[in-house]
């Protein structure tokens, strides 16, 4: 299908009831051994809606889905918007006071759970009910249309997942929606010959958007998996039997990979043509092994976005070459069509080609704020219509952005800025490291500290280690770090998406505050 030089006036709503007419049966997406055609897609989605109806909430209103990756959570997502109200996905895994906070942030008027929060009705504040008990619909017929939503109404809120006491909820309407998904079609050249297969959550932007909204828009078709695969090998094993051509991860998924599958060859991914590595920093080394190890040539794609862009605003072309800076830092991309960013230094003059200063962007997919957070709201926007991403980074002369850190996370350390990424990609790479973490350290000014997991082993074997980081620190960066500690497996706090949780991280080590018995030597 071919895309007008403008963004067409659709809404995903819109496009699901033209599949659903013109493609009928035809299976819209895979999940386990599910096979879900347009039509059913169409059908079920509707019931959703039709229960929320008949619950008399009104249009507007909030609604929190926390269910895992699979047909339930799309149902209920597509049968929100259906309804009039506003969308707020949020990790199934949640505890019980996090969607209790989100429900109260967001004013929600119902919590649709799985199992793993259905017998907590009781106990919310707000009526909580599982997908089963949604009330269906009394007469049979077509229940696809229900009031059109304009285009400036909200489709839904993604809230942060940081360590913050307050997450902002960020706000998507039905337009940022459809214009991300057009921009991304066009930048990374996806047509009606793409299959997708993903294994990220659905409550996040990319697993979301990317993964599955934007097959949906265009009425190709994707495969879903469960985000708690118990193996990486599992991901790799539907890339080739699936014959999938577009898959995408964060990088350190990427380099799970490579560390976990020991017979890489073993998997046919001659189909794959993009294999997209973003909502973290990119590295070089992350591309090159993961590549060699698979057999794949330029098939890796970098990218930029976040949450108040929608998800997406750069990417690199598919299949171009790999391009890094002097200190290996990986070009991801220009910015999409209709996108500008401008980098600025500290009081927000511009900055020339190459010179590190503040990301700040302006898009027709930008959110339209924060969800009642005016003092956030007054921190994203500039005068002039830009946002601020929090990120630091610069544009060579060609336009390619390059990403150095988040504002917040870099360190000054031998009369140097440096962001965690720089001393990480070379701890990482030595035998015994599965994780590391690189952080200013208050108590002595000017200096690093590094937290990193490995097994567990003998003090001697320990000591060697931790001498091991500090020599390789000094070789490659020209100073030695003040601290390095050495903890158990998972102790380094993430994200649901993966992402280090630097500032958790932060208060651990000025206060000495790490969880009991997960400190090996430090």
């Known amino acids: 299908m071919e895309l007008n030089p403008a963004f067409e006036e659709v809404s995903l709503l819109e496009r699901l009831r033209r599949w659903s007419h013109e493609k009928g049966d035809r299976t819209a997406l895979w999940f386990l051994d599910q096979e879900v055609s347009y039509a059913n897609l169409d059908r079920l989605s509707s019931h959703v809606a039709t229960g929320i109806l008949a619950r008399e909430i009104p249009s507007g209103s909030r609604i929190l889905i926390c269910l895992p990756n699979g047909v339930e959570f799309l149902y209920s997502f597509l049968g929100i918007l259906k309804a009039g109200c506003i969308a707020v996905p949020l990790f199934y895994k949640s505890g019980f006071e996090r969607i209790q906070q989100v429900a109260s942030l967001c004013g929600a008027r119902l919590i649709i759970v799985g199992r793993l929060h259905r017998d907590k009705a009781d106990q919310a504040s707000i009526p909580l009910c599982s997908y089963g008990d949604i009330p269906k619909p009394n007469r049979p017929g077509d229940l696809s249309y229900f009031r059109k939503t304009l285009p400036e109404e909200l489709a839904f809120l993604q809230f942060t997942s940081g360590s913050t006491a307050n997450p902002k909820g960020v706000c998507i309407s039905h ?151 002097q200190f290996g830092r990986v070009a991801l991309g220009r910015p999409f069509r209709g996108t500008k960013i401008r980098i600025v230094d500290d009081r927000g003059r511009p900055c020339k080609h190459n010179q590190i200063g503040h990301i700040q962007f302006r898009s027709p997919a930008a959110c339209s704020g924060y969800w009642e957070n005016p003092d956030a709201e007054r921190h994203l926007r500039v005068a002039d219509g830009f946002l601020r991403t929090g990120d630091l980074g610069y544009l060579d002369v060609e336009g390619n952005l390059y990403f150095v850190s988040r504002s917040k996370n870099t360190i000054i350390c031998a009369g140097r800025t440096i962001a965690p990424q720089e001393v990480e990609e070379w701890v990482d790479r030595l035998a015994g490291i599965r994780r590391s973490a690189a952080l200013g350290w208050s108590k002595r000014d000017d200096q690093l500290a590094l937290v990193c997991e490995v097994r567990r082993m003998n003090l001697e074997k320990l000591s060697e280690l931790q001498r091991t980081i500090v020599q390789e620190v000094h070789k490659q960066m020209g100073f030695r770090p003040a601290k390095v500690i050495l903890v158990t497996h998972h102790t380094i706090p993430r994200t649901q998406n993966g992402k280090t949780q630097y500032r958790m991280l932060q208060d651990w080590l000025e206060t000495s505050s790490f969880p009991p018995g997960n400190i090996l030597l430090g």
Not at 182 to 207: K, N, T
Request: charged share 25%.
């Open 175 to 325: 337009r940022s929606l459809s214009i991300n998904i057009q921009q991304m079609i066009v930048a990374m050249e996806i047509s009606q010959h793409d299959r997708f297969l993903s294994w990220l959550p659905v409550h996040h932007d990319m697993g979301l958007v990317l993964m599955v909204l934007l097959p949906l828009f265009l009425g190709i078709p994707f495969k879903l998996l469960p985000v708690e695969m118990t193996r990486i090998h599992a991901w790799f094993r539907e890339l080739e039997t699936w014959e999938a051509t577009f898959t995408a991860a964060p990088d350190f998924a990427y380099r799970l990979a490579v560390k976990a599958v020991r017979e890489p060859q073993q998997f046919d991914l001659s189909r794959l043509r993009v294999a997209l590595n973003a909502a973290e920093a990119v590295r070089k080394q992350t591309i090159l092994e993961f590549e060699d190890a698979f057999r794949l040539k330029k098939v890796v794609m970098p990218a930029f976005g976040l949450a108040e862009a929608t998800v997406g605003l750069t990417c690199r072309e598919p299949g171009a070459a790999l391009e890094t800076d």
